[in-house]
T-cell receptor, first 111, second 112 residues
Framework: NAGVTQTPKFRILKIGQSMTLQCTQD?????MYWYRQDPGMGLKLIYY???????DKGEVPNGYNVSRSTTEDFPLRLELAAPSQTSVYFC??????????FGSGTRLTVV | GENVEQHPSTLSVQEGDSAVIKCTYS??????FPWYKQELGKRPQLIID?????GEKKDQRIAVTLNKTAKHFSLHITETQPEDSAVYFC???????????FGQGTTLQVKP
């Protein structure tokens, strides 16, 4: 039981490049989330999903896209990377919104 | 939408003392309030949570209290130890959304 797995762990992007952050969970959780955490700050919700085929915006969705084709996977797409997207990205999952389990994070730097 | 305010931003205590972190929320329909501990460079981990139909919950040295009327909840850590040093986040879940809105975090330092 791996929990929530994120890849990659680290990535450096150039301004204007695109990338996909991968997230998969093996706990059969129906809810999945993407948060970003800027240095010394709290976690801000980017997008979330309550089940396959259903996604919704969080607090800071601009510049990101998501899809949820399966229960297990919830990739986050960054289009046209900007320095403001430099952050640590955490994926999480839960059963009906209780007891989140977080992944280990992806540290992204945009230069 | 929901807004969560957390205080203090930093807290320093002597080993063995108690620590209290307070949070307020804006959405009276919020019904779930977890607390997370994040060590440096690690992922947040759930330490305790409380639902809106309960006023207090304890787990060994950790307790959480909830005042729905005042829309605030608090984390209490007794007999603090150096390994309690970390950043603590509160969060609130607007009713039936399944999402969490986090506070800004409190850096707790426990001095030996």
């Amino acid at each position: 039981n791996a929990g929530v797995t994120q890849t990659p762990k680290f990535r450096i992007l150039k301004i204007g490049q695109s990338m996909t952050l991968q997230c998969t969970q093996d706990m059969n959780h129906n809810y999945m989330y993407w948060y970003r955490q800027d240095p010394g700050m709290g976690l801000k919700l980017i997008y979330y999903s309550v089940g396959a085929g259903i996604t919704d915006k969080g607090e800071v969705p601009n510049g990101y896209n998501v899809s949820r084709s399966t229960t297990e996977d919830f990739p986050l797409r960054l289009e046209l990377a900007a320095p403001s997207q430099t952050s640590v990205y955490f994926c999480a999952s839960s059963y009906a919104g209780y007891g989140y389990t977080f992944g280990s994070g992806t540290r992204l730097t945009v230069v | 939408g929901e807004n969560v305010e957390q205080h203090p931003s930093t807290l320093s205590v002597q080993e063995g003392d108690s620590a209290v972190i307070k949070c307020t929320y804006s959405d009276s329909a919020s019904n779930y309030f977890p607390w997370y501990k994040q060590e440096l460079g690690k992922r947040p981990q759930l330490i305790i949570d409380i639902r809106s139909n309960v006023g207090e919950k304890k787990d060994q040295r950790i307790a959480v209290t909830l005042n729905k009327t005042a829309k605030h909840f608090s984390l209490h850590i007794t007999e603090t130890q150096p390994e309690d040093s970390a950043v603590y986040f509160c969060a609130a879940s607007p009713s039936n959304t399944g999402k969490l809105i986090f506070g800004q975090g409190t850096t707790l330092q426990v001095k030996p």
